[in-house]
DNA sequence: GCAGTGATCATA
DNA sequence: ATGATCACTGCC
């Protein structure tokens, strides 16, 4: 049982999609070969408001993806060596985005996005089978219970919004 | 603990 | 045009 999530799964609240992708797959079909992590950690960015969030300092070509339609990818090239794969959310023209932090078998964003070789080409592209990643429902259940929050990663310039625990993940860490 | 790395953005 | 910044990783 592999369900294909549906662009639609993403234009909800960003903190409600953030838990919601616990434990759905993500999917990389790269040269005839498909490769599954198990979603395991996550951070939510919501909106101009919030000052950890790319997009608090307004619209630019880098961040504009996070502006569009939820269910394509932001991705976003940093400190000079690593690719960050987002998922964005909510309503078009509202910024938004789920970072993946976190799988089962490949932990750290840097990392995940090296290992499926995903770079500035998913930009903007929508999560489908055709853009070659996307993200699946396998039944695997998280309850509610099991979900642990955290002050999001790496944004401590960001004053009380880095203090927001926006970030949710099942498993160890 | 902190260097490495280079695209992106603001300033000019 | 230049300089500062950076949602990190890996090595010291």
């Not at 996070?66 to 940093?78: E, H, S």
């Not at 070659?132 to 919004?161: H, N, T």
Request: with cysteine.
């Amino acid at each position: 049982m592999a369900k294909e999530l549906p662009l639609k799964f993403y234009s909800i609240d960003t903190l409600a999609a953030a838990k919601g992708l616990l434990g759905k797959y993500l999917v990389r079909r790269y040269r005839s070969k498909t490769i599954s992590l198990m979603i395991t950690d996550v951070e939510a960015y919501v909106g101009q408001d919030d000052k950890a969030c790319h997009a608090s300092c307004g619209k630019t070509e880098r961040n504009k993806a996070m502006f569009g339609r939820a269910g394509r990818w932001y991705v976003y090239f940093t400190y000079g060596i690593h690719w960050m794969l987002n998922i964005v959310t909510e309503s078009e023209g509202y910024p938004a985005a789920v970072l993946i932090r976190g799988t089962d078998k490949v932990w750290g964003p840097a990392r995940i996005t090296k290992f499926l070789k995903i770079d500035k080409k998913f930009n903007g592209l929508p999560a489908n089978k055709k853009s070659g990643l996307w993200i699946e429902d396998r039944g695997f259940k998280v309850k509610e219970s099991e979900i642990k929050r955290a002050p999001r990663v790496g944004v401590d310039y960001a004053g009380a919004w880095a203090k927001k625990p926006w970030r949710f993940y099942i498993l160890g860490e």
